[in-house]
């Protein structure tokens, strides 16, 4: 059924762009947090929204989706909210128009051992951290639970340094090295960034102002056609997972399968049973711009209303 689409994705993947019409820019490889736009894009719902020539481009580290989207090099690409906020602040002419995720999948796990109840107790408890610096959340978290006790330490990717050491923490997507981790057959406690009060929209979808003005219709096509697909992806995730997993061979099957149930309370939410999946708010756009201008990350000043479009 998918044979077709997987032999353009594929080249899609190592790099080599099969269309020259609209285009998705992902920043990561396919995995379940794009499984709705890969299920459109297999059930050709794209193509019956009027977007003939619709691909996907799969990311990796350091895929500049903002500056693609910006330069107009691509259509459409995937962010976070506050990567939006910063890049307008650059200057960047973007807008989000989709959040796949109501709530921020980021998370820090800890091992059970050291009786962790809350984020506030684990950075405030001896022990090691590991966690990417110069992220907005990193440093909210410096902000708000700071001074630390715990020693914070890079990190480098993988869980082998939390197999071995009971008393190592770390940052991790929630629907990832969690997941690892129980393979290992450790059971480890979660604890949301969010809990901290930093909770932005995370897998975004981002266009540049222009096309937003010029091609209205266009829009509401792809958006329409975005929200079938995550429908069908929630409701039936098998056949899209065995497709994305073809692409990306690094995820076994067993990990796409757990990892679909365990996002689907981050993207379907009571908000978005009533207004529709990817809704967003002025609300939640403006809580994290303050807390992003407290971080001095951005200045005072910027329109909210600008940086994000929810009426489609």
Known sequence: MFKQFLVLLSLSFIGISYSSGAELVLNWKPEPEFGGFYEAYFSKEYEKAGLKD?????????????????????????????QVILARAQGAKIVALFAVYQNSPHAFMVHPEKKITSLKQLFQTDGMIA???????????????SPFKAKLVPYT?????????????QQCFIFSEPVAARREGLKPDLFLVSES????????????????????????????????????????PKGTNEAMQKINPSM?????????????????????????????????????????????LVKPGMDVTQMFKSEF
């Open 252 to 296: 076994d099957l067993q990990t796409f399968a757990e990892a679909s149930i365990l996002q689907e309370r981050f993207i379907s939410t009571p908000e978005t049973l009533k207004k529709g999946l990817g809704t967003m708010s002025f609300e939640r756009w403006n809580q994290l711009y303050q807390q992003m201008v407290e971080l001095k």
């Open 197 to 236: 009060g930093y909770n932005p929209y995370a897998a975004v979808v981002i266009v540049h102002e222009d096309t937003l003005k010029q091609q209205s219709a266009l829009i509401k096509g792809f958006l329409k056609a975005t929200r079938q697909g995550w429908k069908a992806y929630l409701t039936s």
């Open 157 to 169: 990717g993988g869980i082998a340094s939390f197999i071995k050491d009971k008393n190592f923490s």
């Open 131 to 145: 966690l990417e610096k110069g992220y907005g959340y990193t440093k909210w978290l410096e902000k708000v639970y």
């Open 54 to 82: 619709f691909s996907i481009l799969p990311g990796g580290a350091g895929q500049p989706v903002s500056q693609m989207v910006a330069a107009k090099k691509a259509m459409f690409g995937i962010s976070s909210a506050d």
